[in-house]
């Protein structure tokens, strides 16, 4: 069973039966609405370096849609089922001006079901036991000093596919994250709490071979695209996010919609996702790389 995620009502009320139809139809013949075909994405868009006081940050715009992410590394304890691991923790707000719908508590919800979402295909779910974001570079002695990493995202307008835009941010942040260097004082007991000391000057940048892209495909009639648009989830049946790094393992997923899917399917969808989130990933590691340059240069 595959964990689901369920935002509200895309809220694209107003779309005539021929919107409709024209929409159905363009997807059956691989040529959307925006003269897209089924399995290409709208320009991406990232600038890293966005929020000052964070350790990393980005801001990307896949189309219409646009989010901001942010990263900020604390000194922690890590926990005792994992005493050789750091911690990630992922919470997302939604802006009120993203979507009219999304304002109050269907911005609260979204919220919670996209931070769920994330931790799902970022982390391997609540432990994240899976592969993914690696915490196992985040710690520092073990059993008793780690790196916790409060990620933030905030969706400021949405057209559609927002998770895909934001495990895009996340990414781009974590890229763009400098994680302080830290001496730890030998000299303390064992089973005392060691002395570290953070240097304010040296930085290690973190390390995201392993971090993953989120592919969602939608399944609208018999076909399924990525990067729908609102007006096109609004004719979807449901939709299954699978997020795959560079190796090509799969981190995580997660499905939408209240139409079940048949095993087969699901398992196409993945081997398309797959596919489709080579190119994806070749795409944004370009942009960062080429966001990274341009505030080098300034």
Not at 171 to 195: F, H, R, W, Y
């Amino acid at each position: 069973m595959l964990p689901n995620f369920e935002p509200q009502d895309h809220g694209m009320v107003g779309l005539s039966m021929g919107e409709k139809h024209f929409i159905q139809g363009g997807i059956a013949q691989d040529l959307r609405t925006d003269g897209r075909k089924r399995l290409t994405y709208r320009p991406i868009s990232v600038e890293t370096g966005v929020i000052a006081q964070a350790n990393g940050s980005a801001r990307v715009k896949m189309g219409k849609t646009e989010v901001i992410a942010s990263v900020k590394a604390e000194l922690g304890r890590p926990s005792s089922s994992a005493p050789d691991k750091g911690k990630v923790s992922i919470y997302i707000d939604c802006s009120p001006t993203a979507a009219p719908q999304y304002e109050g508590r269907g911005g609260e919800e979204l919220s919670m079901e996209l931070s769920a979402a994330l931790r799902q295909c970022l982390l391997g779910g609540k432990t994240g036991a899976g592969a993914g974001i690696n915490l196992s570079s985040l710690s520092i002695v073990e059993g008793k000093v780690c790196w916790d990493l409060y990620i933030d995202g905030l969706v400021i307008n949405i057209d559609g596919n927002i998770l895909d835009a934001l495990g895009a941010a996340i990414k781009a942040a974590l890229s763009n994250t400098g994680i302080p260097k830290v001496n730890v004082a030998s000299t303390a007991p064992s089973d005392e709490q060691p002395e570290v000391d953070v240097s304010d000057e040296e930085f290690l940048q973190f390390d995201t071979t392993a971090v993953p892209v989120i592919v969602t495909l939608t399944k609208v009639g018999r076909h399924y695209i990525v990067d729908a648009t609102s007006e096109e989830e609004s004719e979807m049946s449901s939709a299954v996010s699978v997020s795959v790094n560079r190796q090509g393992l799969i981190c995580g997923l997660t499905k939408r919609g209240g139409a079940g899917l048949d095993p087969s399917v699901v398992l196409d969808m993945i081997s398309v996702g797959k596919h489709v989130s080579e190119e994806l990933m070749n795409k944004l590691d370009s942009e960062i790389a080429a966001a990274e340059a341009t505030m080098e240069e300034e």
